[in-house]
């Protein structure tokens, strides 16, 4: 049974590699075009999964062309979607994503603002043989469902914040790691220790926020500590949180230290964004285990 369960976004993603991102309203020409999964609980779930776990995930796609593609990518990669709902006569979320010579990347995304945000079809206890729930406020209502459930059954709930969120999300979780841009928004504070310091005096739970090459900085003990990234240069870093939450809760679900955790996850992320090709460059296992 799988182990691990992501729920939220599920998108397709059009990249197009680009000598420069677009900074004027005129016609672009790229360089190459990869239509391949994305979004940030899907993306973590195919981590998860390359990382050596069992995963499942829950999300909802339309009944279009794009859904079916997402769909048989990540049942491909081997998740379960089995809890992934596609909501009738509506569009899938796709997303364009242009990428420069640095490695930097512009995203466009849609999103059906009709398609279901409701729970009632999701099961009321955590399914046989999970042991944790990893979640993104993209689907706030399913994350929250299923971080009750998680609690419930005291297990870890862990949130994938990349933007601002909102309290009651933040309060239902046991370990959150931000974005540097999500940290940002919820704290109003651009220094990002002294933002995730102040985050320890409004939410309970383990706290860490990642800052691209700069490693991350996470709760140790009552106390701040930070692990470097690895040093590489960068190729392609779309998706490269949603590498790291996913390579984050195969190791809390591991029993891994947090300190080692959060290094296991730098690493993983370093590896992603070495190398172009979105979930295809994700690592294994044993890419991991070599560079640490």
Same mark, same amino acid.
């Given at each position: 049974?799988?182990?691990?369960?992501?729920?939220?976004?599920?998108?397709?993603?059009?990249?197009?590699?680009?000598?420069?991102?677009?900074?004027?309203?005129? !016609?672009?020409?790229?360089?190459?075009?990869?239509?391949?999964?994305?979004?940030?609980?899907?993306?973590?779930?195919?981590?998860?999964?390359?990382?050596?776990?069992?995963?499942?995930?829950? =999300?909802?796609?339309?009944?279009?062309?794009?859904?079916?593609?997402?769909?048989?990518?990540?049942?491909?990669?081997?998740?379960?979607?089995?809890?992934?709902?596609?909501?009738?006569?509506?569009?899938?979320?796709?997303?364009?994503?242009?990428?420069?010579?640095?490695?930097?990347?512009?995203?466009?995304?849609? !999103?059906?603002?009709?398609?279901?945000?409701?729970?009632?079809?999701?099961?009321?206890?955590?399914?046989?043989?999970?042991?944790?729930?990893?979640?993104?406020? @993209?689907?706030?209502?399913?994350?929250? @469902?299923?971080?009750?459930?998680?609690?419930?059954?005291?297990?870890?709930?862990?949130?994938?914040?990349?933007?601002?969120?909102?309290?009651?999300?933040?309060?239902?979780?046991?370990?959150?790691?931000?974005?540097?841009?999500?940290?940002?928004?919820?704290?109003?504070?651009?220094?990002?220790?002294?933002?995730?310091?102040?985050?320890?005096?409004?939410?309970?739970?383990?706290?860490?926020?990642?800052?691209?090459?700069?490693?991350?900085?996470?709760?140790?003990?009552?106390?701040?500590?930070?692990?470097?990234?690895? !040093?590489?240069?960068?190729?392609?870093?779309?998706?490269?949180?949603?590498?790291?939450?996913?390579?984050?809760?195969?190791?809390?679900?591991?029993?891994?230290?947090?300190?080692?955790?959060?290094?296991? =996850?730098?690493?993983?992320?370093?590896? !992603?964004?070495?190398?172009?090709?979105?979930?295809?460059?994700?690592?294994?296992?044993?890419?991991?285990?070599?560079?640490?």
């Amino acid at each position: 049974m799988p182990t691990l369960l992501a729920v939220g976004a599920a998108v397709l993603d059009c990249v197009y590699a680009m000598d420069e991102l677009p900074v004027v309203a005129e !016609k672009y020409r790229a360089k190459s075009l990869g239509l391949r999964g994305g979004g940030t609980a899907a993306t973590a779930a195919v981590t998860a999964r390359r990382l050596g776990l069992d995963v499942a995930l829950a =999300a909802r796609v339309g009944d279009d062309f794009f859904g079916a593609a997402i769909v048989d990518e990540l049942e491909r990669e081997g998740v379960d979607c089995a809890l992934v709902r596609r909501c009738c006569s509506r569009q899938s979320s796709v997303s364009a994503v242009m990428i420069d010579r640095s490695g930097e990347r512009m995203i466009v995304n849609f !999103k059906d603002p009709g398609i279901d945000n409701g729970t009632e079809w999701l099961p009321q206890k955590l399914p046989p043989g999970m042991a944790g729930v990893l979640g993104d406020h @993209h689907w706030e209502a399913g994350t929250e @469902h299923f971080f009750r459930l998680a609690r419930e059954a005291g297990k870890p709930a862990i949130l994938d914040a990349d933007r601002r969120a909102s309290m009651q999300i933040l309060a239902s979780a046991t370990h959150i790691g931000f974005s540097a841009r999500g940290l940002r928004e919820q704290s109003g504070m651009e220094n990002l220790p002294e933002a995730l310091a102040w985050c320890q005096t409004q939410v309970q739970g383990w706290l860490a926020v990642t800052d691209g090459e700069n490693g991350a900085w996470f709760t140790e003990n009552g106390s701040l500590a930070h692990e470097p990234a690895l !040093k590489i240069v960068a190729v392609d870093t779309n998706g490269a949180g949603d590498v790291w939450h996913g390579a984050l809760a195969v190791a809390l679900l591991e029993g891994q230290e947090p300190r080692e955790a959060v290094r296991f =996850a730098n690493t993983a992320a370093s590896i !992603k964004c070495s190398r172009f090709g979105g979930r295809s460059a994700i690592p294994t296992r044993s890419e991991v285990a070599a560079s640490l």
